[in-house]
């Protein structure tokens, strides 16, 4: 792992590289062969250079440049949840689950002991990862005597849903494949742990459950702050809508809508959240994060907010505090309706796109859109240019 020691700092910050994963032997031995770096540590740099929570600039990162950084790169390709060694029947060794408990048990002689907050935090595979590990480590650090470290969860782009394919498609490689279904092989493979308050919700056999995050949220007894896009390019490239070069079908185009809405659904119990409605994938170690609002609220703000709600619910359980939000969720309805989402490229050309040639390159009817909207066409496209 790396790390960014920041002397007089309590707080810890530690961080799940993210990265798909492999749940058989053959797409294990293709991931090793093209991914190594996600496979092994061998050939890993000796520095690396934190970007967005991670970096250590306070323009860059206004809430958590000060912290203790710490970077755990992803070679388990388990989701963060594997627990076995090599053997006779298995080439490979998965073991995110160990790994993340020896780190700390090592962090805890580099001043960890210390530590009042402990931010386990995560992108894609690593933010569901995230959502898997973030009691273990709780549990972890009381049983060693640490009870004043409070251990906290950010889950960036690892809030995946169990939904139907557009198409449906075999099993074959881990793109191809739905998303249960890798799961629920990948569990099997890499001797897959999850967290026993979860487990008991589901029958035996039924651990795949824990690995989608509205079914593993409600049993978490650590807070945990969700980042989703409403639209995540790896939900839709799981789910089969690909939205390269052709325009998109009218069916396609419902069904993004559509899983916008059961997005938005699933996260409407969860304390602190903080959804646009954008088309992409991970935010939180891209150094343009501090420019994506929801309702006028950057998310390190949202962060700083949910922060400041835990420290006072600690102190004496007040109502939310006045002018702070930390449950943000944007309620327009397609992708990249809020005016604040990152550039867009044509993934052909490379060209930067604006709202309103990306939506025509979708298949986007504006007519048909605006009468649904009851709205005349030009007053949509207006609103569309402005991002209203």
């Not at 160990?98 to 780190?103: A, D, G, S």
């Not at 008991?200 to 651990?207: A, D, I």
């Not at 916008?260 to 996260?267: D, F, K, P």
Request: glycine share 8%.
């Amino acid at each position: 792992y790396y790390l960014k020691e920041s002397k007089g700092s309590r707080r810890w910050l530690l961080f799940l590289e993210g990265g798909w994963y492999c749940f058989n032997r053959e797409n294990c031995d293709t991931r090793y062969d093209t991914m190594r770096r996600l496979m092994s540590s061998r050939d890993w740099p000796a520095t690396r250079v934190g970007t967005g929570i991670l970096s250590s600039q306070p323009e860059e990162n206004p809430h958590w440049w000060n912290a203790n950084m710490v970077f755990i790169p992803y070679c388990s390709s388990d989701v963060w949840s594997g627990a076995s060694s090599k053997s006779e029947k298995n080439e490979y060794a998965f073991m995110g689950a160990l790994i993340i408990q020896e780190v700390i048990k090592e962090l805890v002689g580099k001043g960890l002991n210390t530590a009042k907050v402990l931010l386990l935090a995560g992108s894609s595979a690593g933010g569901t990862g995230v959502l898997l590990n973030v009691d273990r480590v709780a549990e972890q650090l009381e049983e060693m005597g640490y009870q004043g470290i409070q251990v906290r969860g950010l889950a960036d782009s690892g809030w995946f849903l169990d939904n139907k394919q557009y198409h449906r498609t075999d099993c074959i490689d881990t793109i191809t494949c739905a998303p249960t279904e890798a799961i629920r092989r990948g569990i099997r493979y890499w001797n897959g742990v999850v967290p026993e308050r979860c487990k008991l919700q589901f029958k035996e056999g039924e651990e795949w459950n824990c690995f989608f995050g509205y079914k593993i949220y409600p049993t978490l007894r650590c807070p945990v702050f969700v980042v989703q896009w409403l639209f995540d390019e790896a939900q839709l490239t799981v789910d089969n809508v690909h939205l390269t070069g052709q325009p998109v079908q009218e069916g396609q185009w419902l069904y993004i809508q559509n899983l916008g809405r059961e997005l938005r659904n699933t996260l409407k119990d969860v304390t602190a959240s903080f959804a646009p409605a954008c088309l992409s994938h991970e935010i939180i170690t891209r150094n343009h994060w501090t420019d994506i609002q929801v309702k006028g609220t950057s998310l390190p703000r949202a962060l700083h907010c949910w922060d400041r709600s835990l420290h006072e619910s600690n102190k004496n359980g007040k109502a939310p505090l006045k002018g702070c939000p930390i449950h943000l969720i944007d309620s327009c309805p397609w992708p990249h309706c809020n005016p604040s989402c990152p550039t867009i490229r044509d993934q052909f050309t490379g060209q930067e796109m604006n709202v309103i040639q990306f939506l025509m390159h979708m298949g986007f009817d504006v007519q048909k859109m605006a009468q649904q909207q009851g709205l005349e066409p030009s007053k949509l496209l207006g609103m569309l240019s402005s991002g209203n």
